[in-house]
């Protein structure tokens, strides 16, 4: 029986982003496992925000699993983690409570910086880089460097080996910064796949010298462009029936629960959502026809096909957890009733 090399991952307990953590086990298949095959194991809760010393045991309950294509015989497993009785969600576990729903789809852009010795891969020692306007979907040496490319590209051919519905990559505004996205079915399936795409980059990194900066601002109050990710949603009834009516009611139901939203779409916001770049301020709600200075986005195709398709939120930042960015965009539609508003239009 040939011996399988599984890497168990998990968030930790840091806040207000938890940190990605994983170690390996070596167990003998048959053949590439199933969810259902694998054991529940355990880690030290207290290496990781997630206990106290003296009582320190959490379970690690596999809930995801994928090839892992840089190793033979290895796979991938995504986990949450557990109270000590294998049952009990811990309290760092949001994955376990979130809304979920076969027929929302999410693609998530996931927008990053490279990062080596403390600053942008292909920022100078000191100052700054040629203004932003050629990085942007650029090409050549000076404006992409010599080893982001080859990065970007291994990554996606990582995330395609392992079964993750990567869609596609372009180099982002500001030097060193990129973007990749996902697209799923329900939101866990998608955000399971931005974690598990997040482990393969900052893993595939660390041969490089290079680290992964998610922050949404990590040039700070300049006019350097920010890091989001863009959530583009819909559910069956947004792509099938959908209509204006609809659509208004559900864009009032975000303005009203515009704090919730914000509270999960990741940290220090405020500092991307000045309104000045990026979307719409903070402290407002927006949307607009193809406009990239809105809260949410609606595509010209949406009102073209009367009222129907998806959305994108852009006010959720690179650091934020798709698991609860997700589950409130499901909260939000579901105070939206379907039946009557098409009634009445
Ligand atoms: P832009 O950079 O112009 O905002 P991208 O092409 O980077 O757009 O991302 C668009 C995202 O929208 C992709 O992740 C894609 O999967 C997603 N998307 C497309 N159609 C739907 C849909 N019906 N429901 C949810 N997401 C969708
Ligand atoms: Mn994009
Ligand atoms: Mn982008
Ligand atoms: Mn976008």
Redesign the pocket.
Known sequence: MPKFKLEYIWLDGYTPTPNLRGKTQIKEFDSFPALEQLPLWGFDGSSTKQAEGHSSDCVLKPVAIYPDPARTNGALVMCEVMMPDGVTPHASNKRATILDDEG??????QEYFFYKDGRPLGFPEAGYPAPQGPYYTGVGYKNVGSIARQIVEEHLDLCLAAGINH??I?AEVAKGQW?F???GKGSKKAADEIWMARYLLQRLTEKYGVDVEYHCKPLGDTDWNGSGM?C???TQY??ETGGKAYFEALMKAFADARADHIAVYGPDNHMRLTGKHETASIDTFSWGVAD?GASI?VPHSFVNNGYK??L?D?RPNSMGDPYQIASQVLKTIATVPTESVSAAA
């Open positions: 929302a789809w999410f693609g998530f852009e869609e596609g372009n973007e996205q996902i697209f863009h583009n949603f819909s947004m792509r990239r986005r398709g998806y994108e852009r």
